[in-house]
């Protein structure tokens, strides 16, 4: 797994099989995919990795999806939300992915938080769907804080994960094409291609040392 | 009028782009305006005219677009950006960039699109579809009708399950 999409929504949430959307994404370049909602799997060499998401306003509602999935290997991703949330969704050592950061206010992930994800291996997902999709000021912002949140990545190491949030194969985006819209943002071409390696990195965390007895 | 010596006319690279899905009737004219428009959008207007983006050829679901020299990073993500034209659902996906057109002509061959095959009606979550099939196991599902059609892109093995 060197270069993961982080997140694709195959049929019935978007208009793609699974497998064309692997295809698509063996043709753009990369080697696996994190579809959401599906079982994870392998289809003509591309690596399927079952995403679940979690959208939830109180830590325990993501507990309980958690407990729920037993597929594995399963990228669990919550939703951002305020900042006592995305420090429990940090802490909790479930949840892999923080994603649709640009949608909480800019204090809800600060220097701490960014500290505590880059020891316990959290990512931040950086939707490139939006820059895509948005026009005018809604895409400023989204730019705005994705700066933001490379600016953070660059000081205290947090994982990022890149998502082209394709619905359909026509809005997946190749190696490349994330290469030049993650520039838009700050990001450099080397931190791209290690962002777009980091779902491994992220699913085969070192666990933190525990002492028994 | 003496022509300006080749040291002192302004530098261009060539980036080949492949527009899907394939059959899509394109003609430069249009692919241009769209892609303006996509980098007025990011890059506004003094970008654009800083990038000085062209459609030098449109064929076969392949062009050619010319930019300034150090603008074809911008040029790529103005294309990942732009999602349809005239209503209908695109990608325009960069394949190579060059400083001439000679060595992304012979690339073009390459990666022009196969035609696509159209075949019998099929049945698909409990609706009938007109399949067309591609180069390798790719199939491309219209809904039957007039207008709104909607189109599904799947596979032969998710046609057979």
Known sequence: ???????????????????????????????????????GGSYRGVEIVGGILARAKEIREVQAIARKS????????????????????????????????????KNSFDHILSRIAAERQVAVDLDLSLIVRERG??????????????????????????????????????????TALCSLFGLDRDGTLAALGSVNRVLNRHKPVEVVG | ????????????????????????????????????ESLTDLYGDAGVARIQPSVVSCSDGCAIIRCSRAAEDEVIAGLAALTNIHDKKIAVRSILTSGTMRSLRQQKERWNAP?????????????????VRYRGTKVDLFEKGFKNQERLFLTEEDLEE
């Open chain 2, 115 to 131: 035609a696509p095959s159209p075949c019998e009606d099929v049945p698909f979550q409990g609706k009938s579809w007109i399949p």
């Open chain 1, 137 to 178: 000021y809604l895409r400023q912002k989204v730019l705005q804080r994705y700066a933001d949140i490379v600016l953070l990545h660059e000081k205290f190491g947090f994982p990022l994960t890149i998502s082209s949030g394709a619905r359909s194969i026509l809005e997946m985006k190749s190696r490349r094409d994330m």
């Open chain 1, 70 to 105: 037993t597929s594995s290997p399963a990228l669990l991703m919550a939703s951002a939300g305020p900042y006592s949330l995305n420090r429990a969704l940090i802490q909790t050592g479930w949840v892999r992915v923080i994603r649709e950061i640009q949608t909480t206010p």
């Open chain 2, 1 to 36: 009028m003496k022509p300006r010596p080749p040291t002192m006319r302004g530098k261009h690279r060539y980036i080949l782009v492949r527009t899907d899905p394939p059959g899509l009737d394109l003609d430069g004219r249009t692919l241009y305006y769209a892609v303006a």
């Open chain 1, 1 to 39: 797994m060197e270069y993961t999409d982080a997140c694709v929504y195959p049929l019935p949430n978007g208009d793609s099989s699974l497998r064309r959307m692997a295809i698509e994404a063996r043709d753009l370049g990369f080697d696996s995919i994190v579809a959401a909602c599906v079982e």
